[in-house]
C-alpha cells in the first residue's frame, strides 16, 4: 500500500503490516477496520472508542458506535493494537504482534505511553508462580510516572 499524502511513517507500516496480515490470514481489511488502524497508529497518546469514533466521523459517512467498537475489537484480538485498561484507551502494538506479557509506562502528566517489550516474567514473579505451582500464560503491567521530557520541564 503506497503511503497517502497525510499517512505517518509509523502509520504506513502499520497499514502495511496489516495488509499483508490480512491477505496471508484470509481475513476481511474494511475500510472502517483499516481507518481505525490508521487512526490510532497516528497518535502518539492513547484515543478511546468515542474519539476514534468521532475521528472515524471525519474520513467515514456517518459511523455508529458498533463499527468503531468492532474494528478495535479486531485489531486488539489480531494483536495490532493494545487496550490501556487504566485509561480505558487504545495505542498501537510496536513489538512483534504475537507477544504474551504486555507492560506499559504512562506518564500521568502528558498521557505519553511506552510500550515496554519485556517479553519474561522477573525471577521473582517467575519463583513465586512456581512455588504456588501456577503456569502464567500471559501478563499486562501498567506502570504510572513521569517520563523524562516531563520531569525537566
Known amino acids: 500500500m503506497n503511503m497517502r499524502k497525510n499517512d505517518t511513517p509509523q502509520q504506513n507500516g502499520i497499514v502495511d503490516q496489516a495488509c499483508i496480515f490480512c491477505v496471508e490470514n484470509k ?3 474494511t475500510r472502517p ?13 492513547p484515543l478511546g472508542a468515542y474519539e476514534i469514533l468521532e475521528r472515524l466521523g471525519k474520513v467515514i459517512d456517518s459511523p455508529k458506535p458498533p463499527t468503531a467498537y468492532r474494528a478495535i475489537e479486531f485489531w486488539q484480538k489480531k494483536g495490532f493494537i493494545h487496550r490501556i485498561r487504566s485509561l480505558n484507551a487504545y495505542v498501537i502494538c510496536h513489538a ?3 507477544h504474551k506479557g504486555e507492560q506499559f509506562m504512562i506518564c500521568d502528566d502528558c498521557g505519553v505511553v511506552t510500550e515496554t517489550h519485556i517479553y519474561d516474567f522477573s525471577e521473582s514473579l517467575k ?3 512456581e512455588d504456588n505451582t501456577f503456569i502464567p500464560s500471559s501478563w499486562y503491567v501498567e506502570i504510572h510516572g513521569q517520563c523524562a521530557q ?3 520541564n
Not at 33 to 45: D, G, M, Q, S
Request: with cysteine.
Open 96 to 98: 512483534v504482534h504475537r
Open 127 to 129: 519463583n513465586r508462580a
Open 27 to 29: 481475513e476481511r481489511l
Open 150 to 152: 516531563c520531569q525537566t
Open 33 to 45: 477496520r483499516l481507518e481505525v488502524l490508521k487512526i490510532i497508529a497516528a497518535n502518539t497518546k
